[in-house]
């Protein structure tokens, strides 16, 4: 299960999972009664394997085999937060809980670790490489689990047919293979990232600007200026370090263009301020 704060944020997910080949369902309070019945009943049932839902719309909802709940949005309450993680791991079995927050939010879930006695555990957020190498590895452990249980002969004797009436050799099949299985269209050793210039999370680009707390500037100045002059949600704006004469703040990778390019020769606090990729070792 999934829990997101809003209807609207709902569909959007589901959206984008459904896009992405997932087999989802979404539930919150627009649905008609009707409509709950049909997604509910197919999240029992198993043909639906994520149901993305707010917490009104999930109040009394009894599934007892949720292997993992996922907060997309941080709860607004700490009791909130108690009501979703308890859909998993009920009567003796194994569950997992996931929370995806953002920086700025950490003293949120500080209280809600108070509020429940226990210990969040902070991880990394998967890369897309690390999703593309876990569905290979996953594919090649099953490949070589039929070579040593199953009698592949007959399939054998296809393949070689095949590969020879093809011209393909048997390396090239097998890479087409892997492409259908997975979706991966790259090598994993291969690609380069971005690199993320001693930003503190997996994903984001530090910046440079030449504004600090000397020229009364605050974070929600920075923070005002790079979303309202770029494409860039200023939600998706990450950890922001101000010092006496300039300031580094983490944004996400793919906003790092055009937010330079926006905010060239911009001011902040009547202050023009020059915005550059911060060097690694910045600090």
Same mark, same amino acid.
């Given at each position: 299960?999934?829990?997101?704060?809003?209807?609207?944020?709902v569909?959007?997910?589901?959206?984008?999972?459904?896009?992405?080949?997932?087999?989802?369902?979404?539930?919150?309070?627009?649905?008609?009664?009707?409509?709950?019945?049909?997604?509910?009943?197919?999240?029992?049932?198993?043909?639906?394997?994520i149901?993305?839902?707010?917490?009104?719309?999930?109040?009394?909802?009894?599934?007892?085999?949720?292997? !993992?709940?996922? /907060?997309?949005?941080?709860?607004?309450?700490?009791e909130?937060?108690? +009501?979703?993680?308890?859909?998993?791991?009920?009567?003796?079995?194994?569950?997992?809980?996931?929370?995806?927050?953002?920086?700025?939010?950490?003293?949120?879930? &500080?209280?809600?670790?108070?509020?429940? &006695?226990?210990?969040?555990?902070?991880q990394?957020?998967?890369?897309? /490489?690390?999703?593309?190498?876990m569905k290979?590895?996953?594919?090649?452990?099953?490949?070589?689990?039929?070579?040593?249980?199953?009698?592949?002969?007959?399939?054998?004797?296809?393949?070689?047919?095949?590969?020879?009436?093809?011209?393909?050799?048997a390396?090239?099949?097998?890479? !087409?293979?892997?492409?259908?299985?997975?979706?991966?269209?790259?090598?994993?050793?291969? #690609?380069?990232?971005?690199?993320?210039?001693? !930003?503190?999370?997996?994903?984001?680009?530090?910046?440079?600007? =030449?504004?600090?707390?000397? +020229?009364?500037?605050?974070?929600?100045?920075?923070?005002?200026?790079?979303?309202?002059?770029?494409?860039?949600?200023g939600?998706?704006?990450?950890?922001?370090?101000?010092?006496?004469?300039?300031?580094?703040?983490?944004?996400?990778?793919?906003?790092?263009? =055009?937010?330079?390019?926006?905010? /060239?020769?911009?001011?902040?606090?009547? &202050?023009?301020?020059?915005? #550059?990729?911060?060097?690694? =070792?910045?600090?």
């Amino acid at each position: 299960m999934v829990f997101c704060n809003t209807k609207k944020q709902v569909d959007i997910l589901v959206n984008e999972l459904l896009g992405l080949g997932y087999s989802v369902a979404g539930l919150h309070g627009d649905l008609k009664q009707s409509q709950r019945d049909r997604v509910m009943q197919g999240f029992r049932r198993g043909t639906t394997d994520i149901l993305v839902a707010t917490d009104v719309a999930a109040r009394g909802i009894d599934v007892d085999e949720v292997e !993992a709940v996922f /907060n997309y949005d941080l709860p607004q309450d700490a009791e909130y937060y108690v +009501h979703r993680i308890g859909r998993t791991g009920r009567a003796g079995r194994v569950g997992r809980s996931f929370t995806f927050v953002y920086r700025r939010e950490m003293y949120r879930l &500080k209280e809600i670790q108070q509020y429940c &006695k226990t210990k969040i555990h902070h991880q990394r957020i998967p890369s897309e /490489n690390d999703v593309a190498k876990m569905k290979m590895n996953l594919i090649f452990d099953q490949v070589e689990q039929l070579i040593k249980e199953n009698n592949l002969a007959g399939l054998q004797k296809t393949v070689e047919r095949r590969l020879m009436e093809s011209g393909y050799s048997a390396t090239e099949m097998a890479t !087409a293979f892997l492409k259908l299985a997975t979706g991966v269209n790259k090598s994993i050793e291969s #690609e380069k990232e971005f690199a993320n210039t001693g !930003a503190s999370e997996e994903g984001m680009v530090r910046l440079f600007l =030449s504004i600090g707390k000397k +020229h009364r500037a605050r974070p929600g100045d920075i923070v005002g200026a790079l979303a309202g002059e770029s494409d860039m949600p200023g939600a998706a704006i990450g950890m922001i370090d101000m010092r006496e004469q300039y300031s580094f703040v983490e944004i996400p990778k793919e906003y790092v263009k =055009s937010v330079i390019q926006a905010m /060239n020769k911009r001011m902040i606090r009547g &202050k023009t301020v020059a915005i #550059e990729l911060a060097t690694a =070792s910045g600090a």
